[in-house]
């Protein structure tokens, strides 16, 4: 069982086009972050967010933390081709140390030029 | 600054084989975490260590698997013997606080 399901799973769009990436869980998180993998490399942390409700804004990105803390979402606003990767939330907790991470099964974005 | 090192990146190995890959944390962080990451399972968490203390290795999948931190600044992740199903990529992260820095990964290939 996947503690953290990822939507979509892939995602094909345009360059300028908008696009959510959701995150969700029956869990509780003590923080949830948001990486971004490139192929080849390691994930790459973007941001991490901590109170239920957060939103935080990285450029065109766009991370909002819901209130419960169970859930995440992902927003980009005009897309560009150096957004293609793998993203993927990351869960601390909720069972053993914060400082564990649970990973989702990540969103495959590719966008075209 | 040097991010986490990694070494090998790549390894092919046949059925049997010992395996051991490399990790150099970022100096100062004093958590260590090792990951799989496969297609079917995604990125999967197999054992952290604080101040070279194993923390938790629930998710270490078995007895042939086995991590040490002998020190600070260095760690290994060994497979003996190795089966075509340990094929992954194996990725190490260090983390000062709750954030993580991944090397770039150790790309296993068992035959």
């Known amino acids: 069982t996947q503690l953290l399901e990822q939507s979509p799973q892939f995602l094909s769009i345009q360059e300028g086009e908008n696009l959510t990436v959701y995150c969700n869980s029956s869990?509780?998180?003590?923080?949830l972050q948001w990486y971004r993998q490139e192929p080849g490399e390691g994930p790459v942390l973007l941001v991490t967010v901590v109170t239920g409700g957060e939103v935080k804004k990285l450029k065109r990105l766009t991370f909002q933390f819901g209130d419960a803390r169970k859930d995440s979402s992902l927003h980009i606003t005009a897309a560009q081709t150096g957004d293609t990767g793998l993203y993927l939330c990351a869960g601390a907790g909720p069972s053993g140390s914060a400082r564990q991470l649970t990973f989702g099964s990540g969103t495959q974005l590719t966008v075209l030029p | 600054d040097a991010g986490v090192i990694q070494s090998p990146r790549h390894e092919v190995t046949e059925m049997g084989q010992e395996v051991t890959l490399r990790c150099k944390p970022i100096?100062?962080?004093?958590?260590l975490f090792w990951y799989r990451q496969t297609m079917m399972r995604g990125l999967e968490l197999l054992i952290y260590f604080n101040n070279n203390v194993p923390i938790d290795d629930s998710g270490m999948p078995e007895d042939r698997f086995s991590a040490k931190m002998p020190n600070a600044s260095f760690s290994t992740l060994k497979i003996q013997p190795s089966e075509p199903r340990d094929s992954a990529v194996y990725f190490c992260?260090?983390?000062?606080?709750?954030?993580?820095?991944f090397g770039p990964g150790t790309r296993l290939t068992v035959t």
């Open positions: 100096s100062g962080h004093d958590y």
């Open positions: 869990s509780v998180f003590s923080s």
């Open positions: 992260a260090s983390s000062p606080n709750y954030e993580q820095y």
